[in-house]
């Protein structure tokens, strides 16, 4: 087990805090380990019978365009629940509102270097309304694609959001929701 000797902030702003932490792993042997803590997202596969809506918006940290399902996190400091983030996030990103939103399960975004988690759910029933992206969202794109095209672009790299494909394979992993969509 590592054991925390010290933490120290080292940046911090309205969406995330990079923190350094001095450690000591097992056998003695001290470091450093910097670790990003953010607040627990969630992202929405959005399935309207037929297809799945996805938003594209460009990447600074990848500098490219990249196509993923709604996701995100809420950052007033309040304690939310997952689904009350999901319905939030797929409503300011796509417009979409969903009747019916069923738990795929969890995973983190990035365990090496960072904290947070998502839940990733499926929607279904949905009902189309007007997007309201928050300030750094503005200019994403939406689109909706097939199952066969959306593995498609998950195979051959075209959707390369890590989150977009951990969330497809849990929805993959269950027999019943495979079957709704026809795989």
Known sequence: MIRTLSSRVAYENPWMVLR??????????QG???????PRGALVVPWDGARVHLIGQYRYTVT???WEF?????????????????????????????????PL???TFAVGLASQWCDAFLATDLQQGAPR???????LRTRAVTVAQLEQELRDGTIFDAATLAAWQLLMLDPGLRAELGR
């Open 133 to 139: 992206p928050e300030p750094e969202e503005v200019g």
């Open 105 to 107: 399960g969890s995973f």
């Open 70 to 102: 709604p996701q995100g996190s809420v950052h007033d400091g309040a304690d939310h629940a997952p689904e009350h983030v999901a319905r939030t996030e797929l409503q300011e990103e796509t417009g979409l509102t969903a009747r019916t939103l069923r």
């Open 20 to 29: 350094e932490d001095a450690i000591e792993r097992p056998g003695g042997v």
């Open 64 to 66: 490219r365009d990249s």
């Open 32 to 38: 450093i380990y910097a670790v990003v803590d953010k």
